[in-house]
């Protein structure tokens, strides 16, 4: 572990910008994703709307900063804070219901959010046009290139990522897991399920929130158009696909399915010039859902518990071999 962390924090030193903006942007993913693994994988609830909470976070730290004339290290935690209490309203129906329902009532979120940023308040949130944001800085040394937004979006991923294992172990992160394999049974011994389900959610979209404070700095602008309800579905794909219930499997999720969407955005076009010039341009399109689709129903199939499980088959492997009794 320790010469990986020095192998990531030199990686700048010597790293071309594209890797460095694929690994920014799996940094940001990877936050928002843990938060949704700590509502989906842990705690059993099933949210549609982490997209949208990112964009609570966004735009509330470009409004803070904007307007408030916050800087990017307060706006931070006080964007966090604004998502988390609006992920925990959004987050009151999982006391009545769960499954397919409760999925249907985080869905609104994808819609009531944006609706609201585009026409609630249009003088202050752009409406349907761009926020732009000054970048963050430390004195007179400003963050303005993906070498440098390296330094702030990496240590935080780490960080995130420690205190989301160690929440796991802790009293909270134990009530998560019992409510999500026998609801009924943890209350009976004395869990509150209001308490820890909004918790949970508070938790969730706090992460959101950071991840969408990230995002709005990393990219220096901010659009409605930029939180699409597609991209809701792609961050459970990642837990799906990581391993529901492990904060590694998150990561591997995460960086899975990026390269993937890496993958298919340089093969795609290359594929439409195999079709006729009328149907390349929607061939090249729907490569993407097409393979996110298929993707998902293999794992589905035939590695249910993700690629946390696989890895920990793989160490398990090589720990005993040759003597595999």
Same mark, same amino acid.
């Given at each position: 572990?320790?010469?990986?962390?020095?192998?990531?924090?030199?990686?700048?030193?010597?790293?071309?910008?594209?890797?460095?903006?694929?690994?920014?942007?799996?940094?940001?993913?990877?936050?928002?994703?843990?938060?949704?693994?700590?509502?989906?994988?842990?705690?059993?609830?099933?949210?549609?709307?982490?997209?949208?909470?990112?964009?609570?976070?966004?735009?509330?730290?470009?409004?803070?900063?904007?307007?408030?004339?916050?800087?990017?290290?307060?706006?931070?935690?006080?964007?966090?804070?604004?998502?988390?209490?609006?992920?925990?309203?959004?987050?009151?129906?999982?006391?009545?219901?769960?499954?397919?329902?409760?999925?249907?009532?985080?869905?609104?979120?994808?819609?009531?959010?944006?609706?609201?940023?585009?026409?609630?308040?249009?003088?202050?949130?752009?409406?349907?046009?761009?926020?732009?944001?000054?970048?963050?800085?430390?004195?007179?040394?400003?963050?303005?290139?993906?070498?440098?937004?390296?330094?702030?979006?990496?240590?935080?991923?780490?960080?995130?990522?420690?205190?989301?294992?160690?929440?796991?172990?802790?009293?909270?992160?134990?009530?998560?897991?019992?409510?999500?394999?026998?609801?009924? @049974?943890?209350?009976?011994?004395?869990?509150?399920?209001?308490?820890?389900?909004?918790?949970?959610?508070?938790?969730?979209?706090?992460? @959101?929130?950071?991840?969408?404070?990230?995002?709005?700095?990393?990219?220096?602008?901010?659009?409605?158009?930029?939180?699409?309800?597609?991209?809701?579905?792609?961050?459970?794909?990642?837990?799906?696909?990581?391993?529901?219930?492990?904060?590694?499997?998150?990561?591997?999720?995460?960086?899975?399915?990026?390269?993937?969407?890496?993958?298919?955005?340089?093969?795609?076009?290359?594929?439409?010039?195999?079709?006729? @010039?009328?149907?390349?341009?929607?061939?090249?399109?729907?490569?993407?859902?097409?393979?996110?689709?298929?993707?998902?129903?293999?794992?589905?199939?035939?590695?249910?518990?993700?690629?946390?499980?696989?890895?920990?088959?793989?160490?398990?492997?090589?720990?005993?071999?040759?003597?595999?009794?």
């Amino acid at each position: 572990m320790a010469l990986g962390l020095v192998f990531l924090f030199t990686l700048p030193l010597y790293a071309s910008g594209r890797l460095l903006h694929l690994i920014n942007l799996i940094g940001i993913t990877v936050i928002s994703a843990q938060g949704l693994s700590i509502l989906t994988g842990y705690t059993g609830l099933i949210s549609l709307g982490q997209t949208a909470f990112m964009a609570v976070g966004a735009y509330s730290s470009a409004l803070l900063s904007i307007y408030a004339g916050f800087s990017f290290w307060a706006a931070l935690p006080c964007s966090a804070l604004i998502t988390g209490v609006v992920g925990a309203i959004f987050g009151l129906p999982s006391l009545r219901i769960k499954g397919f329902y409760l999925a249907m009532a985080t869905l609104a979120a994808q819609f009531i959010i944006p609706w609201m940023i585009v026409n609630v308040r249009p003088d202050l949130t752009g409406g349907t046009s761009s926020i732009f944001l000054p970048p963050p800085k430390i004195g007179p040394v400003q963050f303005n290139t993906q070498q440098k937004m390296f330094y702030i979006i990496v240590p935080l991923t780490c960080m995130t990522l420690f205190c989301v294992r160690n929440l796991i172990r802790s009293r909270i992160g134990r009530a998560f897991v019992a409510i999500r394999d026998n609801d009924l @049974a943890a209350e009976m011994v004395g869990i509150s399920l209001f308490r820890y389900k909004l918790l949970s959610f508070f938790i969730c979209t706090f992460y @959101a929130g950071i991840a969408g404070c990230l995002w709005a700095y990393w990219m220096r602008a901010i659009s409605v158009d930029h939180f699409h309800l597609v991209d809701s579905i792609w961050y459970l794909g990642m837990v799906i696909v990581g391993g529901m219930g492990s904060t590694l499997g998150t990561v591997l999720g995460a960086v899975f399915i990026k390269i993937l969407d890496l993958g298919v955005t340089i093969i795609g076009p290359m594929l439409g010039g195999i079709f006729p @010039a009328g149907f390349a341009v929607d061939a090249s399109a729907a490569l993407g859902p097409f393979v996110f689709g298929i993707t998902i129903l293999l794992f589905l199939i035939f590695e249910p518990r993700g690629l946390a499980h696989r890895w920990e088959i793989t160490k398990a492997y090589f720990r005993l071999w040759p003597f595999s009794y």
